[in-house]
């Protein structure tokens, strides 16, 4: 008989005959308990506001119209949204930021109240907050003064802890900030509540459309200080490895896209669930191309999420949540 040789019999295209053959052996899946949308919450009352550079995306009083919104998410099965807040004033100290009044901590108390298995993230940071919009509390010589800036961001997670957040997730990229916030949270009683981390937090001009949608931009400077350098791989598991010391219970690389490998070294370095940020420039670019017609949404959105799961993220955060379980709802019922 002659002679196959292994080559010759390997037909991966057996496997790819059929859309329900091709699911078996699918290796990467979506599921929706492991998605997190972002919300921007902005004091004042009945509004829903659109953001010019992210569309889709809007900004809701902590009232009736955020209401609204997190019972659609629910309906969809989005079991968790990260809070954003944008406040009615900002100082040189992020104040707001810590009010038991503030935009943040109503809202978390909102959701709370029309649901209270929506598990709340709230973002730990303070650039929203401050004139100046840095991410801290500025020496004299307007640079950001790491442990002050660390009591602040302590302060910050308390309030959110008080007002019903499930987890608190600091995003200013100080060094030592996940150990002040668990020693701030834990001195009150919150010892329970986690800390999702941004870990490997780039500085990055993917966050372009966020800035205008929190009014978050610095008004001199750039975050280079603080944030990583995307040249930096090892940097980014010297961070991530600071945090898993400091009590870190979910670790996050940010950005997701032009970060893929970070995501797939820290799957392979730390056992702790994985975060990965889909930021606004990602969301925006697709957008825009699709606006003009140069690409298939809804295609190039779920190729997107694959990619980010596949380099290895266990939780993935993005502005597409909504409009990704909307799409493939509707493709299950056709
Ligand atoms: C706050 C913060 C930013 C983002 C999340 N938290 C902006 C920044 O660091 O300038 C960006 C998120 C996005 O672009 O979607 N520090």
């Not at 191309?289 to 799961?309: D, P, Q, Y």
């Amino acid at each position: 008989m002659e002679h196959i040789g292994r080559t010759e019999r390997e037909r991966p295209r057996r496997l790819r005959s059929s859309p329900k053959l091709r699911a078996l052996v699918s290796e990467t899946s979506i599921d929706p308990s492991h998605l997190v949308t972002p919300i921007f919450v902005k004091e004042g009352a009945g509004t829903k506001e659109k953001i010019d550079a992210m569309p889709g995306v809007f900004r809701f009083s902590p009232d009736e119209e955020l209401e609204k919104e997190i019972n659609e998410l629910s309906s969809l099965g989005i079991n968790a949204v990260l809070l954003f807040g944008l406040p009615a004033q900002k100082d040189q100290v992020g104040s707001e930021a810590y009010n038991p009044d503030g935009v943040v901590q109503k809202a978390i108390r909102r959701i709370k109240r029309v649901n209270e298995d929506m598990i709340v993230v709230s973002d730990v940071c303070m650039c929203e907050y401050t004139q100046h919009g840095h991410c801290g509390i500025l020496d004299r010589n307007g640079v950001v003064e790491n442990d002050k800036t660390n009591e602040y961001l302590g302060r910050i997670a308390l309030s959110h802890a008080k007002a019903g957040a499930d987890i608190v997730a600091p995003s200013a990229m100080m060094d030592g900030q996940v150990r002040a916030i668990r020693q701030s949270l834990d001195t009150e009683g919150f010892e329970s509540l986690p800390i999702m981390a941004y870990s490997a937090k780039y500085a990055s001009a993917f966050y372009g459309p966020f800035r205008e949608a929190a009014g978050s931009a610095p008004r001199f400077g750039d975050r280079k200080s603080y944030q990583m350098d995307s040249r930096n791989v090892r940097e980014a598991i010297r961070e991530t490895q600071l945090d898993v010391d400091q009590g870190a219970d979910i670790i996050m690389v940010k950005p997701a896209l032009p970060y893929l490998d970070v995501i797939s070294e820290m799957k392979r370095r730390f056992a702790l669930p994985l975060a990965a940020y889909n930021v606004s420039g990602e969301y925006s670019m697709i957008k825009a191309a699709s606006i003009n017609g140069w690409i298939e949404e809804e295609r190039v959105v779920e190729e997107t999420l694959h990619s980010i799961k596949r380099a290895g993220a266990d939780i993935i955060i993005t502005y597409f949540a909504k409009q990704y379980l909307s799409s493939s709802r509707r493709s299950k019922s056709s």
